[in-house]
């Protein structure tokens, strides 16, 4: 059997894991242990990413002709691919949690909704936070003024404000005709 028809399948896999993906981050993972690799790994499967090692010439042939092939010139030497679907940030900041502790494991760059980032910017991206702190964020701060005003209302009930204000439009009424 011919070597390309052996390679077929696998480039197939990869392009599988690019079509449709929001985001891709490549590193550098030589240096890594075990225990860390295994870590990772995990922490990735958990978050919906896709973290697996292929040959660079074979990320390259699957990424032809898509935003992906933006990160040709970043596949030499040990490379592992990170791929989202779901959570255009997740891989970038998994990968850069593990970058920062580990010295010889490091981020190449990154395709997040097909916009090319090197590693600098791969490490912007890292610090957004995800789609779901984004939302408890926007929820907590509409929530936060209601809150507020529901507490208001119930001191007021509390007090007895309820009855002096109904007490209080009667005898406004009584003397806005003497006024006039």
């Known amino acids: ?18 079509d449709g993906a929001q985001s891709a981050v490549v590193v550098d993972y030589l ?9 990772l790994r995990k922490e990735l499967r958990e978050n919906g990413v896709s973290y697996k090692v292929f040959k660079n010439t074979l990320i390259k042939r699957a990424a032809e002709g898509t935003a992906f092939a933006e990160l040709d010139k ?7 691919l990170a791929v989202s679907k779901t959570d255009a940030t997740a ?3 998994i990968l850069a949690k593990y970058a920062k502790d580990i010295q010889a494991f490091s981020l190449k760059a990154g395709i997040v909704e097909g916009t090319y ?10 610090s957004i936070p995800s789609r779901d702190e984004l939302i408890g964020k ?5 929530q936060s003024p209601i809150t507020n005003f529901a507490r208001v209302l119930n001191q007021i009930a509390e007090k007895g404000g309820a009855g002096s204000a109904e007490e209080a439009a009667p005898a406004a009424e009584a003397e806005a005709p003497a006024e006039a």
Do not use: F
């Not at 240096?31 to 870590?39: A, H, I, R, S, Y």
């Open 31 to 39: 240096g890594l242990t075990v225990e860390q690799d295994t870590k």
């Open 138 to 142: 926007l929820l907590g701060s509409i």
């Open 91 to 93: 891989p970038a900041r």
């Open 74 to 80: 970043h596949l030499e030497g040990p490379t592992a």
């Open 1 to 18: 059997m011919p070597k390309v028809e052996l390679k077929q399948p696998i480039i197939d896999e990869i392009k599988g894991l690019l």
């Open 117 to 126: 980032y090197d590693e600098n910017g791969i490490q912007v991206i890292a």
